[in-house]
């Protein structure tokens, strides 16, 4: 089966660090650009960040930027996702995806375009 699939998630409290990763399955992740995604309760599914198949540049939300950190190791096929000085808001399912453009589609509206999904990992930020 042809799926990314994201490491176990967890109970972090606020302040504190969590790195998940994203492992293909089935196919190369040199192909793709790998976004990472959440959705929280009651909300909406968001784009938190991305990083380029074709020049390894890296696209965070505000949400994030400055407190995650994306990191490929092609050799693993595995993508990977820092998130440092978690708060409350954080909690949520993180999905990755596979964009077969450099980033475009997970810096847009509209994620119908991006091809491979995981299941998704549940993120909890809580004391």
């Known amino acids: 089966q042809v799926q990314p699939v994201e490491s176990v998630g967890g109970l972090v409290q606020p302040g504190g660090s969590l790195r998940l990763s994203c492992a293909a399955s089935?196919?190369?992740?040199?192909?793709?650009?790998v976004g990472w995604f959440r959705q929280a309760p009651g909300k909406e599914r968001e784009a938190i960040s991305c990083?380029?198949?074709?020049?390894?540049?890296?696209y965070y939300s505000p949400a994030v930027k400055g407190r995650f950190t994306l990191s490929r190791d092609n050799a693993k096929n595995t993508v990977y996702l820092q998130m440092n000085r978690l708060i409350h808001g954080d909690t949520a399912v993180y999905y990755c995806?596979?964009?077969?453009?450099?980033?475009?589609?997970?810096?847009?509206?509209?994620?119908?375009?991006?091809?491979?999904w995981g299941k998704g990992t549940l993120v909890t930020i809580s004391s």
């Open positions: 990083i380029s198949h074709t020049d390894g540049n890296t």
């Open positions: 995806a596979t964009d077969p453009t450099p980033c475009t589609v997970v810096a847009g509206d509209d994620y119908s375009g991006m091809e491979h």
């Open positions: 089935g196919f190369s992740l040199d192909h793709y650009s």
